[in-house]
């Protein structure tokens, strides 16, 4: 198994509405993250995970909560979110080592706040 | 900081022919990755190729092979043969080894395959 599947794939939400997004991988790897991605720009780093520990949080705001319960699943929790967070949400997995490791994505989760 | 600059927004490119693809970057740390992605118009990121500050061969997987010249900062993507189905975003980026886990990504060029 060499994906990583993300749910919803489209997600339309209120400003007071709180949603969750979800992510899921069986590939054993133990580094987990999450992208923002707007329109033509390159995605954006969030949060990473490792070892199923928030490693780096990029100065996101708190209405983007993100939770890692287990080494496969990562979830992020939106509350009272802005129009300007519409975007893609991309997550993606890797193994925990050197450098070298590539990272696989999901098709990620098409946001838009109303 | 590091950084990454692709200055070519779009490129257009024969169905058959070879593409090369721009990228340049900066950094501080002696241990770095570069790699390649493609993102199709589906959204998904697709991991295409890597290549480390160490390596002195430059990296091939395919039809893709990553054109490193470390002097120049430089780590280009050359697509040989090009496919209708090679059309899609494509991002370079770069992870530090002082970074953690950090992989920062440059604006990327959209590639358009001609038949």
């Known amino acids: 198994d060499t994906e990583v599947t993300q749910t919803p794939k489209h997600l339309v939400m209120g400003m007071t509405n709180k949603k969750s997004l979800k992510c899921e991988q069986h590939m054993g790897h133990r580094a987990m993250y999450w992208y923002k991605q707007k329109a033509k720009k390159p995605p954006e780093l969030m949060f990473v995970y490792s070892y199923e520990k928030l490693s780096i949080n990029e100065s996101v705001p708190s209405r983007f909560s993100p939770e890692c319960p287990n080494s496969s699943l990562l979830n992020l929790h939106l509350h009272a979110l802005q129009p300007e967070d519409s975007a893609l949400y991309l997550c993606?997995?890797?193994?925990?080592?050197?450098?070298?490791?590539?990272?696989?994505f999901g098709s990620g989760t098409r946001l838009t706040v109303v | 900081a590091q950084k990454i600059t692709q200055t070519q927004p779009g490129m257009f490119v024969q169905e058959k022919e070879a593409v090369t693809l721009d990228c340049t970057y900066d950094t501080s740390d002696q241990s770095y990755g570069l790699f390649w992605y493609k993102q199709p118009s589906s959204g998904e990121m697709i991991f295409l190729i890597y290549?480390?500050?160490?390596?002195?061969q430059n990296a091939t997987e395919g039809r893709y092979s990553l054109n490193f010249q470390k002097a120049r900062k430089s780590a280009n993507l050359v697509i040989s043969a090009s496919q209708l189905g090679d059309s899609a975003m494509y991002f370079c980026?770069?992870?530090?080894?002082?970074?953690?886990?950090?992989?920062?990504f440059g604006a990327g060029t959209r590639l358009f395959v001609k038949a």
């Open positions: 290549q480390g500050s160490y390596d002195e």
């Open positions: 993606a997995s890797s193994q925990v080592g050197p450098s070298n490791y590539g990272y696989t």
């Open positions: 980026a770069m992870r530090e080894k002082g970074g953690g886990f950090k992989t920062i």
